[in-house]
């Protein structure tokens, strides 16, 4: 089956700064998923990138705070920008019909800790 | 928005138990899947259940679907120490393409 690498696994981050969070799939795929997990809380998307088109984003985030890169089929980037305390969380990106049709495949999830 | 309510939010029970979770939805579907979470890690595909489906089986999964009460059962039998996880329901999002919608999930915890 498909591996999905992310990285950094964890980081600490300062308040106010950037940090980007690679995803890199060994397959082409069409949609890739960004999510956030919040501490004891359950996944809530944040957008859809797409190849060649502008990332979908969700209600309540918005391109500013979370740029999306979808340059080829098999790699995505997400940046959580000037980050806050409230942004500590696992950021999980994920694709779809890899492991079936409609299924999701993970990747291991980037723990992030804002001080 | 989050679809699923699973209950319950925890669950104890010792290796050999069944564990059993419930998750409700909210709107129409055309499948149900369930998740597992180790430990903070990214998340595991289980199963899926299509919506005509009342009843599926893989190994020690047994899944069910009430399209009629928009609910769904995850039962685990002979449970293990190493089944110790978060369980998820996910739903699909209409009109979203391909991105699911999770539930709160159910922190199965299973001793020795």
């Known amino acids: 089956s498909a591996v999905i690498s992310q990285k950094p696994s964890r980081d600490i981050c300062q308040r106010g700064t950037s940090l980007t969070i690679q995803c890199q799939v060994d397959?082409?795929?069409?949609?890739m998923f960004w999510y956030r997990q919040q501490p004891g809380q359950s996944l809530t998307l944040i957008a859809t990138?797409?190849?060649?088109?502008?990332?979908?984003?969700e209600s309540g985030f918005v391109i500013d705070k979370f740029p999306i890169s979808r340059p080829n089929l098999t790699f995505s980037t997400l940046t959580v920008s000037n980050m806050s305390p409230e942004d500590s969380s696992i950021y999980l990106c994920?694709?779809?019909?890899?492991?079936?049709?409609?299924?999701?495949?993970f990747g291991a999830g980037s723990r992030l800790t804002v001080l | 928005s989050q679809q699923g309510e699973e209950d319950p939010q925890a669950l104890s029970i010792q290796e050999g138990e069944n564990a059993t979770m419930n998750c409700s939805y909210k709107?129409?579907?055309?499948?149900l899947q369930w998740y597992r979470q180790n430990s903070g890690r990214g998340l595991v595909h289980l199963i899926l259940?299509?919506?005509?489906?009342r009843e599926k089986h893989s190994g020690r999964l047994r899944v069910t679907l009430d399209t009629s009460k928009k609910s769904s059962s995850l039962l685990i039998t002979a449970s293990r120490a190493a089944d110790t996880a978060s369980y998820f329901c996910?739903?699909?999002?209409?009109?979203?393409?391909?991105?699911?919608?999770f539930g709160k999930g159910t922190s199965l915890l299973v001793t020795p």
């Open positions: 996910a739903t699909g999002r209409l009109n979203s393409g391909y991105a699911l919608n």
């Open positions: 709107t129409s579907i055309n499948n």
């Open positions: 397959s082409q795929v069409t949609m």
């Open positions: 259940i299509r919506s005509n489906e």
């Open positions: 990138a797409n190849q060649g088109s502008e990332a979908t984003y």
């Open positions: 994920s694709v779809e019909g890899i492991s079936g049709a409609n299924v999701l495949t």
